[in-house]
């Protein structure tokens, strides 16, 4: 049975969704139907629970070899073929682990302007309803929440901090494409072209749905049907493994619910200020592996 030959490590909130799909249509290139396995983090993850409805998401995550080598069972005669989890760049302590059981896969690493992805993520909790406090205070028990073993999607800041995890998938892995989101969205041809060209497929082939928008997030007003549809439930997680999440299912999904979305908060700017302290060494550092932040914030 084949195994993949690239990964997604894109960071949480950082676009790895809307990559998966795009690269889900084209005819070289196999994606399996649930993305977000997580396989080689699961012994990980698995302990980190605590948080509100964690232990639902973790249901869909991937705990042996036979249940994930059996996402690849249909692939026919694609020349790449990926797996899509955000958590595989958080944890370089599983990176050895993955080189040898993929034997030396490509590797691509989506960024984002730190503090946009920070309070994306927030927004994601806060739709699915189980973050109930302010951006601010969420940022100020992230510790707090780390010690409590919540799920690592609960960490705001680490999961926005990118160098050192970087430089060590660049030490581990033989071929690194590093992307951001900002020229995904700015210009998705040519980036797509440029990912198709690293994944050694057609790169003239053109997708349809590059102007649709995958898992949006924002703010959503709370009612019955941004319940039903954006919080994890185990009744979902049963229904998720009959009817796959299709490219086609998570259009109709945004069009639907997008009547319910609301503009968010603004960041406080106390705030904005604090964070930017904190990620500035970061982000300087990013500069050193010419990575594109032309569109971030200025740190």
Not at 69 to 76: C, D, E, G, P, R
Not at 102 to 120: C, E, Q
Not at 231 to 255: A, D, E, G, V, Y
Request: glycine residues 2%; positive net charge; charged residues 30%.
């Amino acid at each position: 049975m084949k195994k993949p030959n690239f990964i997604i490590a894109g960071f949480p909130k950082c676009g790895t969704t809307s990559l998966h799909h795009y690269l889900n249509e084209h005819p070289e290139i196999f994606m399996p139907e649930q993305k977000e396995l997580h396989f080689f983090t699961f012994k990980i993850l698995s302990k980190l629970k605590n948080g509100p409805k964690d232990d639902i998401v973790k249901q869909m995550q991937i705990n042996s070899s036979e249940k994930y080598l059996s996402y690849f069972q249909n692939v026919k005669n694609e020349i790449a073929i990926g797996d899509a989890s955000p958590s595989y760049i958080n944890y370089p302590s599983e990176f050895s682990k993955i080189k040898k059981y993929l034997n030396d896969p490509k590797v691509i690493i989506i960024l984002r302007d730190p503090i946009n992805r920070a309070y994306s993520n927030y927004l994601h909790l806060k739709k699915e309803q189980r973050e109930t406090m302010s951006f601010k205070d969420a940022i100020a028990v992230e510790e707090e929440r780390m010690n409590n073993k919540y799920s690592d999607f609960w960490y705001y800041k680490f999961n926005s901090t990118y160098y050192e995890k970087i430089i060590k998938a660049k030490t581990t892995f033989s071929s690194v494409l590093i992307l951001t989101i900002e020229e995904l969205d700015k210009n998705p041809t040519l980036t797509m072209k440029k990912v198709y060209k690293f994944l050694g497929v057609d790169n003239s082939f053109s997708f349809k749905t590059i102007s649709e928008k995958f898992n949006v997030g924002g703010n959503y007003k709370k009612n019955f049907v941004t319940k039903l549809f954006f919080q994890p439930s185990k009744f979902k997680n049963t229904i998720k493994r009959f009817i796959k999440p299709t490219s086609f299912l998570k259009i109709i999904l945004m069009r639907l619910t997008s009547i319910f979305r609301i503009k968010p908060e603004k960041i406080d700017q106390n705030l904005i200020e604090q964070l930017k302290n904190y990620f500035k060494n970061d982000v300087e550092n990013l500069k050193k592996l010419d990575v594109n932040i032309s569109n971030w914030k200025e740190y």
